[in-house]
């Protein structure tokens, strides 16, 4: 009976209108398709993998963009979206828990290699020190701040993909490590405009 139930199964399957077509196709044909199909899938999978390659890589944890989220920050001194300029950006506290940073805010760049396909880890201009920077609880005073970036990109003639990464940890408890990163396009040099804004954050340099 199984054997009966299989057979009338795949006679079904071989006599649809699609099997009939593909089994009319030149053999030349048909693997001109298949190898198209190969192709594309490969293309996009490595689409998807850029946009987030890299991250499981930075952060050894789960927690990324929940506890605490970064974001561009408009208003900054002579601040501009290019390569060789200083931008600024905030780092949020989103949770009731007290976040800690050391000075540096665990700050890492890296910009992508269209030529490698990778992200290549770039420095910053600023050099950081001081004392911790704590996040209180969302809602509080001092819940924010903002952070100054000057990363040392090369010259380049087109947009540049920059990634900036952050790493906190939970005040007491657990201590659990949190993090952030936020992806933005430099432009060339002279090719944005700063498009400034006021608002009232604790800053770090």
């Not at 077509?21 to 293309?43: A, D």
């Not at 947009?159 to 408890?173: C, E, N, T, W, Y």
């Amino acid at each position: 009976m199984q054997m009966e139930l299989f057979t009338h199964i795949h006679k079904h399957i071989v006599s649809t209108p699609l099997i009939m077509q593909i089994k009319k196709l030149p053999i030349k044909v048909f693997l001109l398709v298949i190898l198209l199909s190969i192709t594309l899938f490969g293309c996009s999978k490595r689409n998807t993998n850029q946009a987030t390659e890299g991250i499981d890589d930075f952060f050894a944890f789960e927690d990324v963009n929940q506890t605490i989220k970064l974001s561009l920050f408009s208003y900054c001194p002579d601040g501009k979206l290019e390569i060789n300029h200083t931008f600024c950006y905030l780092v949020t506290n989103d949770s009731q828990d007290k976040i800690v940073f050391p000075p540096t805010l665990n700050l890492r760049l890296y910009m992508f290699s269209e030529v490698n396909e990778s992200w290549i880890e770039i420095q910053d201009s600023f050099n950081v020190s001081g004392n911790d920077i704590v996040l209180n609880p969302k809602g509080e005073e001092f819940w924010d701040v903002v952070n100054s970036v000057h990363p040392l990109v090369p010259p380049s003639k087109t947009p540049v993909k920059l990634r900036i990464i952050v790493v906190g940890q939970v005040d007491g408890g657990d201590e659990r490590q949190v993090g952030a990163f936020l992806d933005v396009i430099l432009q060339p040099e002279g090719g944005s405009s700063t498009g400034l804004t006021y608002s009232k954050h604790s800053w770090l340099h």
